[in-house]
């Protein structure tokens, strides 16, 4: 099993920054994709960024040339890095991480964690 607990979330002007961080535990050996996912109000959770156990990154393009997805292998913990945020930014963030190269395969689901973006 693999947990993940996210930290970072709160609430910003449109325009502002947050960062998000998530770090596992238990059987890390096991993980190989992680990223993100959001979930806003009466929406269902989409996708948003993810990074590979090598590095390479792929992004929701509603947050292409803003988000910025990285990972620290020897931390066990993967970051977002989040730039001008919008009001439609505003939604639950998961982190996730599988045992697959497709994070979106079977992943663990972290806790969440709220991100309101104030216009």
């Known amino acids: 099993q693999v947990q ?18 998530c770090v596992a535990s238990g059987s890390i050996f096991s993980i190989n994709a992680m990223g993100w996912f959001r ?11 993810s990074i590979s156990s090598g590095g390479t990154t792929k992004y929701a393009d509603s947050v292409k040339g803003r988000f910025t997805i990285s990972r620290d292998n020897a931390k066990n913990t993967v970051y977002l890095q989040m730039n ?19 994070v979106i395969i079977s ?4 806790q969440g964690t709220q991100v309101t973006v104030s216009s």
């Open 107 to 110: 992943p663990y689901w972290g």
């Open 39 to 49: 979930q806003a109000p009466g929406k269902q959770r989409e996708f948003v960024a």
């Open 4 to 21: 993940l607990v996210e930290s970072g979330g709160g609430l910003v002007q449109a325009g502002g920054s947050l960062s998000l961080s």
């Open 84 to 102: 001008s945020l919008k009001p439609e930014d505003t939604a639950v963030y998961y982190c996730a991480a599988s045992r697959t190269a497709l």
